[in-house]
Structures are given as C-alpha cells and as structure tokens.
C-alpha cells in the first residue's frame, strides 16, 4: 500500500506522525531494500537526513546500477551540497531546499537517467528548520511543487519529494499546501500491539530482565519504540521516573508556558479552563464525561504545537498505519503517546496539575 499510494505519481508528499514511530527506519528501509525487493528499476532514491540546521546523511539507492557507478553519483551529490548555502533564515531554507533537487536534476541528466523516476526524501526536514522558520518549509514546498509542475513534468521527468516530520508545526504548514502538486499527507503511526509485544519480548530475551509488565508499557507507550529506548537506557526500566520526567513534567511545562503568554496567570487556572472546555466540548461530540478525551482536548493550550497532542484527519490524510482502538485515540486527535492522555486524564480527575506518577497508576489500574 505504502509503494503503491507514496510512489504512485510524482509530486509532493508528507510522512508524518509521533516522533519514534519509525518513519526513518521506513524510509531507510525503502532506500536500501529497493534492490533487493524488486519492480524499482526505474528508480532513483535519494534521501537526506537532517539534524539541527545541518544535513547530516545522504543515502541513495538506484536498484538496476552497479555499485561504482552508485557511489560516483553519491560522490557529485555530496559535492553539490558544498556549493549550497545551507541557509538558517527564511529565505535561506527556501533556497537551500528547491536548490537540492535542482542540484539533483542536473546530476540525474548528466548520468543518462533522465527515463528515471528520481524519489527525493527530506528525513526529519522539521530538526532544520526551527519553530520560528515553519513557514518557510512551506514555501520551499510550494517553490519545490511549482518546479515539478511546470518544467519537471513538461520535460517529462517524474520527481517525487517526500518530506518526512515530526513537528506538528512542520506538518500543519505543509497541509496549508492543499491539492498543489498533488500534495498528500500520510499518516504513519506507532507499532501495533502485537509487533510491540514481539519487539519488548527480543528485549527482555535478550538482556534477561526480569518481571516486565508489557500491558503496563502499551498503555504508557502505545507502541513508541523511542520511548522505549529511553526507558530502559536511560532510566535503568524505571517507570515511574520517566512518567514524572517524560509526560508529567512535559505536560506541566506546556501548560505553564501557555499560562504565561495567554494571560491565565497559572498552570491551575489554565487547567481549570481546560476542564471546562473539555466538558462543553465532550457533551457536544458525545463523549460522555470529560476525561482528557483527545477529541475533546483537540490543540488546546499548546498540546499540539508542543506535540503532545496530533491531528490524526487533516484534509486528504492516507493512514499507512492502522491505529488502535484505544482511549488516548479519537477520530481527529491523538495524544502522541498514551502517557501524555493519563497525566491529563489524573490532572482532569484530581483537579491539580501536581499529580504524581502513582496518580496516574492509580487512574489506569480502573
């Protein structure tokens, strides 16, 4: 489904969802099983990840070239790269990005491959450009679409860009694209139950842990592997240091942040605000009781542009992955990861935005 839809036509596309939920593991795998799978002959991969405001990996993958000739064109695009200006300021990231696939282009056509259909990725373009310059991925988007529209596909080469994010800012400014250049956004989500279940089973095979309670890590996780990782790494499987640290204090901190710039004075007046609309909201939709319902919670106080909160059905949405039934899900919001529902769920409960980790234990064992 995933080839077929992405790669079916050239053009813009967005991959996004929970920061951990495997969208460069996808992607790489993309690139690098493309020979090895099969019917990607006629195609060129190109993939650029992206740290903060640096690119920080080139990969490329062209299935029916050998491998010297691969490695002479990875060598002229790193090449190109040195003579762009990897630009930090609006009009900088703009340039820097439609200038990539332009760079691109002339390298695709100076190796006779112009009858290829050359997938350009953008990998985690959202860790480039800052808060702050959100907006100008968009009209890079947008600069890059017109580029494909109107003399990419009159010279008849087929151009797919992909831009992959984390950041519900990166995403929504992408969204603002519409219909141009075929934009569409695919919605990748965190692993289902079982395939968590496997992957936390290999975990503790492997590293003999002992008494590890799998229901308990679905229901604060819902499948995020990174968070997983952090779990175990850096809090030696302590659960309940990284409930107060991760999703608590995560929480808290949006709230306090959104209290000081909106004019509520207060972490427990914001929250107080948020009770009652949640509850007007919750009776409206039909979602009995308020309880932190995603639906009912939807962006407010600064959930979703701190990423707590996700738009799961923007205009247009094709989900790659199937997304559980499970109350941290609703039919146009999610949190994005269930820790973050239960933290607001206790403050919701308790009334108090100083909840604790057993709190929020207490609430999920009901």
């Not at 690098?32 to 799978?37: H, I, L, P, T």
């Amino acid at each position: 489904m995933f080839i077929k839809r992405v790669l079916g036509y050239p053009g813009i596309a967005a991959i996004y969802g929970p920061r951990g939920a495997g969208k460069t593991t996808l992607l790489k795998l993309l690139v690098e099983g493309a020979k090895e799978v099969g019917g990607f002959e006629n195609f060129v991969f190109i993939r650029y990840e992206f740290s903060e405001k640096i690119l920080s990996d080139l990969q490329l993958g062209i299935p029916e070239l050998n491998e010297g000739v691969i490695g002479e064109i990875a060598n002229e695009l790193s090449k190109s790269l040195n003579n762009l200006t990897i630009g930090t300021t609006y009009l900088g990231i703009i340039i820097a990005l439609r200038d990539i696939i332009t760079s691109v282009i002339k390298i695709i056509e100076r190796y006779n491959l112009r009858d290829k259909k050359v997938v350009v990725v953008y990998d985690d373009i959202d860790k480039y450009v800052s808060k702050h310059d959100q907006d100008a991925l968009m009209a890079a988007a947008n600069a890059i679409a017109d580029k494909i529209v109107h003399e990419y596909v009159p010279r008849r080469l087929w151009v797919k860009v992909i831009f992959a994010v984390s950041d519900n800012a990166a995403s929504g400014e992408l969204d603002r694209l519409g219909s141009k250049g075929g934009y569409t956004p695919y919605l990748l989500w965190n692993l289902p139950k079982r395939a968590f279940r496997e992957v936390v089973d290999e975990i503790v095979m492997k590293t003999g842990v002992k008494d590890v309670d799998f229901d308990l890590l679905w229901n604060l996780l819902g499948g995020n592997v990174r968070e997983l990782g952090i779990i175990i790494t850096g809090y030696n499987w302590n659960v309940k240091a990284w409930l107060q640290d991760r999703a608590i204090n995560r929480v808290k901190e949006t709230f306090r942040r959104h209290a000081e710039s909106s004019g509520f004075g207060s972490v427990e007046k914001a929250l107080a605000w948020l009770i009652e609309k949640g509850r007007v909201a919750a009776r409206d939709y039909g979602l009995g009781d308020f309880t932190g319902q995603p639906d009912a919670v939807e962006g407010a106080l600064g959930l979703l542009e701190n990423n707590i909160t996700i738009n799961i059905n923007p205009p247009g949405v094709w989900r790659l992955s199937e997304l559980p039934s499970e109350p941290w899900i609703g039919k146009d919001y999610a949190y994005q990861i269930p820790a973050y529902y239960w933290a607001i769920r206790a403050m919701v409960e308790t009334g108090k935005a100083n909840v604790t980790p057993e709190d929020l234990l207490k609430i999920m064992q009901h």
